[in-house]
């Protein structure tokens, strides 16, 4: 049965607004998703009719809401095929990745080696520069194939016994592949080197099984997802979160703490210091069930299909620049236009009530690897119809003619 985009877009009140006197076109939900009913109102619920700290009271308001709290995390878990204790709730997948390379980066030594990939967020590309500043563990970068593939032949030949973790994205943010994450586990595994995955974009667009994957950490965030901002995910198989230290310090993290020693409690709660992001927690929550109830395979093929539809519109506009043609790849147009900066180009769409992305994306070595300072970005949601695929067609060729 084919997805049916019109109903779906009933459930997300911003979608009626209009921008510059036009109707509302977003197309910039690889940024940021927007958020449906279920969301806003389990939010407002929760605030008007049952809100307290968590894990720490023992009346009926903060009952409830620790069991409204757990609930998201067992929707998290479910989503992902993990199990509950092996799912941290963190601020974002940005802190998610953080928290790995603060514990992991504890026990490295100076000549250690990190591999990662050029088409990596600037997310999964920081965190560890701090490793090379401060430790002198040494960076590689898998390098990207013309048409926005991983250099897997590359990728083999750097694995070394120096190698103590992979990081990579399962779908790039700008390129939209979708790289082969369970033969790059298992390669580094094979080596000896620990896994974690950038899952940001493809837990939005496809379906995941961490431990069909066999990683050993993937992080994503609740704001991609349809859900509220401030929370995100740290999966990690049960025996490495097991072996990290924690993160902050603080209440909720520890076991007891006396004026001369202190002891930790197991995770997650190890890594979830202080007062957790409990609303937001419970949104998310209700984004997760709100979707899973959908047919994510035809959401799938919906989003492919305007994708297509764009493409086919577009098809022989000489002065387009697209980057990323792997197949397989994921909705998510990113493109230069002769003549024009991609700041111009996103601000004349605006115009016309279709918001994309324009910028580095937060992926400047991948920019510099095709060649360009910045580009823009239309990507595809669930909410999204052929009317507005087509609409983008006509404002992008429109916008093009401005500055030929």
Same mark, same amino acid.
């Given at each position: 049965?084919?997805?049916?985009?019109?109903?779906?877009?009933?459930?997300?009140?911003?979608?009626?607004?209009?921008?510059?006197?036009?109707?509302?076109?977003?197309?910039?939900?690889?940024?940021?998703?927007?958020?449906?009913?279920?969301?806003?109102?389990?939010?407002?619920?929760?605030?008007?009719?049952?809100?307290?700290?968590?894990?720490?009271?023992?009346?009926t308001l903060a009952n409830e809401t620790t069991e409204?709290?757990?609930?998201?995390?067992?929707?998290?878990?479910?989503?992902?095929?993990?199990?509950?204790?092996?799912?941290?709730?963190?601020?974002?997948?940005?802190?998610?990745?953080?928290?790995?390379a603060s514990g992991l980066g504890q026990s490295l030594?100076?000549?250690?080696?990190?591999?990662?990939?050029?088409?990596?967020?600037?997310?999964?590309?920081?965190?560890?520069?701090?490793?090379?500043?401060?430790?002198?563990?040494?960076?590689?970068?898998?390098?990207?194939?013309?048409?926005?593939?991983?250099?897997?032949?590359?990728?083999?030949?750097?694995?070394?016994?120096?190698?103590?973790?992979?990081?990579?994205?399962?779908?790039?943010?700008?390129?939209?592949?979708?790289?082969?994450?369970?033969?790059?586990?298992?390669?580094?595994?094979?080596?000896?080197?620990?896994?974690?995955?950038?899952?940001?974009?493809?837990?939005?667009?496809?379906?995941?099984?961490?431990?069909?994957?066999?990683?050993?950490?993937?992080?994503?965030?609740?704001?991609?997802?349809?859900?509220?901002?401030?929370?995100?995910?740290?999966?990690?198989?049960? $025996?490495? =979160? #097991?072996?990290?230290?924690?993160?902050?310090?603080? !209440? *909720?993290?520890? %076991?007891?703490? &006396?004026?001369?020693?202190?002891?930790?409690?197991?995770?997650?709660?190890?890594?979830?210091?202080?007062?957790?992001?409990?609303?937001?927690?419970?949104?998310?929550?209700?984004?997760?069930?709100?979707?899973?109830?959908?047919?994510?395979?035809?959401?799938?093929?919906?989003?492919?299909?305007?994708?297509?539809?764009?493409? $086919?519109? =577009? #098809?022989?506009?000489?002065?387009?620049?697209?980057? !990323? *043609?792997?197949? %397989?790849?994921? &909705?998510?147009?990113?493109?230069?236009?002769?003549?024009?900066?991609?700041?111009?180009?996103?601000?004349?769409?605006?115009?016309?009530?279709?918001?994309?992305?324009?910028?580095?994306?937060?992926?400047?070595?991948?920019?510099?690897?095709?060649?360009?300072?910045?580009?823009?970005?239309?990507?595809?949601?669930?909410?999204?119809?052929?009317?507005?695929?087509?609409?983008?067609?006509?404002?992008?060729?429109?916008?093009?003619a401005f500055f030929a």
């Amino acid at each position: 049965m084919a997805f049916d985009a019109e109903a779906a877009r009933r459930e997300f009140p911003i979608l009626t607004r209009t921008v510059n006197g036009k109707p509302l076109i977003y197309l910039d939900s690889a940024a940021s998703a927007q958020k449906p009913r279920p969301v806003i109102q389990a939010m407002v619920g929760a605030m008007e009719h049952s809100y307290a700290n968590v894990h720490r009271g023992l009346h009926t308001l903060a009952n409830e809401t620790t069991e409204a709290y757990e609930r998201a995390r067992q929707s998290v878990a479910r989503f992902v095929g993990a199990a509950e204790t092996e799912i941290v709730f963190t601020k974002g997948a940005t802190e998610a990745i953080n928290l790995v390379a603060s514990g992991l980066g504890q026990s490295l030594k100076a000549g250690d080696e990190i591999l990662l990939t050029e088409m990596e967020h600037h997310a999964n590309i920081v965190p560890w520069h701090f490793l090379r500043e401060r430790q002198g563990v040494v960076l590689k970068f898998v390098p990207v194939l013309d048409d926005g593939r991983l250099d897997m032949a590359a990728y083999a030949d750097l694995i070394t016994a120096k190698t103590k973790l992979v990081g990579v994205t399962h779908m790039s943010n700008v390129l939209g592949t979708v790289n082969p994450v369970a033969e790059i586990a298992r390669l580094a595994h094979a080596a000896g080197a620990l896994v974690l995955v950038d899952g940001c974009q493809s837990v939005v667009h496809m379906g995941v099984d961490v431990k069909a994957l066999d990683v050993d950490f993937y992080v994503f965030s609740s704001h991609k997802l349809y859900g509220p901002t401030g929370i995100g995910v740290l999966y990690g198989k049960a $025996e490495r =979160l #097991a072996d990290l230290p924690p993160y902050q310090g603080g !209440g *909720e993290m520890i %076991g007891s703490v &006396a004026l001369d020693a202190i002891t930790y409690a197991d995770p997650p709660h190890r890594f979830e210091a202080g007062t957790p992001p409990i609303l937001e927690a419970i949104g998310f929550g209700a984004a997760l069930d709100w979707l899973m109830k959908l047919d994510r395979e035809a959401i799938a093929t919906h989003e492919h299909a305007l994708y297509h539809r764009v493409r $086919e519109g =577009l #098809a022989g506009a000489n002065w387009l620049k697209v980057l !990323g *043609e792997a197949p %397989g790849k994921g &909705a998510i147009l990113s493109f230069t236009i002769d003549g024009a900066h991609a700041h111009d180009v996103a601000q004349i769409l605006d115009r016309y009530g279709i918001a994309v992305r324009a910028g580095t994306h937060c992926a400047e070595p991948l920019m510099r690897r095709f060649g360009v300072t910045s580009s823009a970005r239309a990507s595809f949601a669930l909410y999204n119809t052929e009317a507005e695929a087509d609409a983008f067609v006509e404002a992008l060729t429109r916008t093009q003619a401005f500055f030929a």
